[in-house]
């Protein structure tokens, strides 16, 4: 597959909070010539300890042009350090430098630093710029676009947070280069997901190439990348804060969130629990009327090509049902799931408690 010699652009439209995903290999070395940069007199580089050795000081030196001065701070890595006590130290950092309201925030890691670079940029002196350098599949076609930012809370996953843009995305695909096997794999379940919600077509030609994928083909990545992206900024340039359309990119994550809440965060990846939870939101929609058996077994075996799991961990009904009114779609307690209504079309609805005591008993055997 062609390997991509230039840049592209997937622009997600907001008004004038509009601001363009530029994809493309070798881009964190010319981040200061990007024009959407604001101007500031400083700047805080928010990564992780795994990923500060990689790539922190790479963006630094990109950025010494830019800015007068460039702070770094690298939080502990991990969904399990997603909560107060590590947002506080990007507050922290920002006060002990002093950093005014014009500092900006530039978010370099996965998810988790994402969603907490975005969410302290959205309430440190109530608003800073942030920029998004996503460095895992995971975040460069889902949670690096669109805004969301949060933290989660012992009770419930992503319970405190913000809609927040960015001022710009840049997903350099090289640094898909050194990450884990098992972060590859989380990054596809984001990537399947766009599939059977929106564009079946984009569903084939992930089944096709699922291999390229897994062995980090750079046409592939690249391909999957821009079309995952397009496919979010049509969705959230409709519904930027979720009031319907948007709520469809959940697919799976209601399941999912259950998961990673019930094990404890960090035991499974983001991406493997949303893969799970994809199979069980299947089965939901299959006992709903909207997809038939077979598209459930190959949607099914898609993810276990991706290397991730196919059968949920055994939490209990109660468990699960639990875990799952606390999650951020529910309405007056009851739980609201994204079926597909037919393959390439989602809705949200309500279910049967009944229905997913079926479901949970089935995909937890």
């Known amino acids: 597959m062609q390997v991509l010699q230039s840049p592209e652009y997937v622009q997600i439209e907001l008004g004038d909070r509009s601001y ?8 964190l070395d010319a981040l200061a010539s990007r024009a959407e940069l604001p101007d500031a007199a400083s700047a805080l580089i928010v990564t992780n300890t795994t990923v500060q050795p990689l790539y922190a000081e790479r963006v630094r030196a ?17 969904e399990v350090h997603k909560d107060w006590q590590t947002l506080n130290r990007i507050y922290d950092a920002l006060l002990g430098a002093g950093c005014d309201r014009k500092t900006v925030l530039f978010a370099l890691g996965g998810g988790v630093v994402g969603d ?3 969410f302290a940029a959205a309430s440190y002196m109530r608003g800073v710029p942030f920029i998004q350098l996503p460095t895992t599949l995971l975040a460069q076609v889902d949670s690096s676009v669109g805004g969301k930012t949060a933290i ?17 995305v840049v997903c350099d695909l090289d640094t898909l280069s050194t990450l ?14 766009y599939g059977p919600i929106y564009d079946m077509v984009f569903l084939d030609w992930i089944e096709q190439n699922i291999d390229a994928l897994m062995s980090r083909d750079p046409g592939a990545l690249a391909h999957a990348v821009r079309r995952s992206c397009e496919i979010k900024a049509e969705v ?15 697919f799976g994550h209601t399941f999912g969130h259950a998961i990673e809440a019930g094990l404890g965060y960090g035991q499974w990846l983001h991406g493997e629990a949303v893969g799970c939870g994809m199979v069980m939101a299947s089965h939901l929609s299959m006992r709903l009327g909207g997809v038939d058996a077979a598209f ?44 597909l209504e037919k393959p390439g079309s989602a809705v949200m609805r309500g279910a049967p408690d009944a229905l997913v005591r079926e479901v949970i008993a089935h995909c937890c055997a």
């Open 296 to 339: 459930v077994e190959r949607l099914t075996a898609l993810i276990g090509r991706a290397g991730l799991p196919v059968r949920a961990p055994v939490l209990g009904a109660d468990r699960y049902i639990e875990l799952m009114r606390v999650d951020k779609k529910s309405e007056g307690g009851e739980i609201r799931f994204v079926v």
């Open 20 to 27: 363009p995903i530029v994809i493309g290999p070798d881009l």
């Open 152 to 168: 989660n809370h012992p009770l419930g996953k992503n319970m405190i947070g913000a809609f927040y843009q960015p001022h710009l």
């Open 236 to 250: 959230v340039g409709q519904d930027e804060r979720e009031s319907g359309l948007r709520a469809i990119l959940n």
């Open 180 to 193: 884990p096997a098992r972060e590859l794999g989380a990054g596809l379940a984001e990537v399947i997901k």
């Open 116 to 118: 907490m670079t975005g």
């Open 62 to 78: 990109a950025l010494s042009g830019k800015y007068r001065s460039i702070h770094i701070v690298a939080l502990p890595d991990g």
